[in-house]
């Protein structure tokens, strides 16, 4: 391990292998535990040596917005809950490490849920305990935790039910949500975004977000790795429902996610100390769930993800299924439900940095003709559906076309097309290792099926020219067969 990574894990405080083994030698002797007021007695989490902080020092603070205070939040507690209504749904936002209530995405969030219906939005601020070092802002998760019950509890002594609460964690929010559920039967759901992985990758169901936290538990994996190498998320599946955009691993805005860019991007947090303004930058993939969760509360599509054995299979086209009644899907982040599919879902999100990040789903397959002479090519084939979509990508420089060939793809368009009545299809020859050499510079496509993955209706396109070749640079328009 180089100097570099073992100095910044000492920094972070995380588990890899030589400092997790550094922590847990010293942790083999009697641990010690820290007990506070009103919430009791806490040790370490397992492995490690770091006790939490005192609930007076991390002072996490609980902000109440409501249709009727959209944009002038109250400071509420558990001694007093201000103008919080029990009958309506209560939503608890909460960030992770060195974020805090008042960033833009958490009031982003806050407005989006208010938009779609009126109920007790809380912000919690714990940003006086999550700041450097990473372990010690881990060890604080539980007593941020065990001050969110007591407030849960207060409302639930008013008249509130716990199956009509839902925590909405970010990062190590995310377990101080599975910390909560732990100790409060029947708490509705839990949506985890992009679950913090450093320090959390080898805990046991106690210590990190799992099914038995909340009736519900829907977790958006977007920045997953197996380590802190390369990436801030847990990778594996914590909830009921876990949700894997683009793979789950590196979002399609973000670029590489590398352990390089990582340490820089850590030292680069570190030397400067600008973490709030540097967050959403540095840490592009971790943050990308939250705004595809944000995104998913009023998005007009159906935003489905898919079951399927991998992302590249889904990729391919191999899983486009939602079943008859649409059962077999789930819909990604806000509207996920317990009674549709479960398990390991896959989907593709748009390109762009801005919502919309959900579109429409089509299954294109491509059939190269018999008869044409030459043997194969390679090439950039992109579609257009209508004027007000982009051309979408289809194949890229890789793929490799032969005669006869049959090419399939999962593709996501930004709006529904008006009219699938007629498509464009464009070609660009690429060369290739072999400098384009045996592969033609023209391809027949004898016809173009698209299976809209949402209505789960079929058309099948055929060339509108009587001579359908398709030269490098040009497109050819195809109609309804
Ligand atoms: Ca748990």
Redesign the pocket.
Known sequence: MSLIILLLCTLLGVSLTTAATIERAVSSDVLPSICYNDFGCFSPRPGFKVLPQSPEKINTQFFLYTRKQSSQAQLISSSNLGSFDHTKQIKLIIHGFTDKASSSWVINMTKELLKLEDMNVITVDWSGGNQFPYGQAAANTVIVAAVVRQLLQVMISTGAQPQQMHLIGHSLGAHIS??V??DLPNLGRISGLDPAGPDFYVSQ??????P??ALFVDVIHTDGAPQIHSGFGHLEPLGHVDFYPNGGSAQPTCGSNTGVILLQSAWSLISTFNVGNAADTLACNHMSAVFYYTDSINTPSPAFAYPCSDYKSFEQGLCTSCGSSSDRCQRTGYHASISKTLGTLYLMTLHGVKPPHFGFNFKVILESDMNDNAQQTRGIIKVKFDEQNEDTLLFDQNTLFKRGSINSKTILVANKPTAMEKINISFKKSLGSTLGIGLAGQWNIRSVTMLDMQSHMSYRFCPTSNSPMIKSGSNLTYKLC
């Open positions: 599975s910390y559920g732990r169901v106690p210590d990190r977000l799992d038995s936290d």
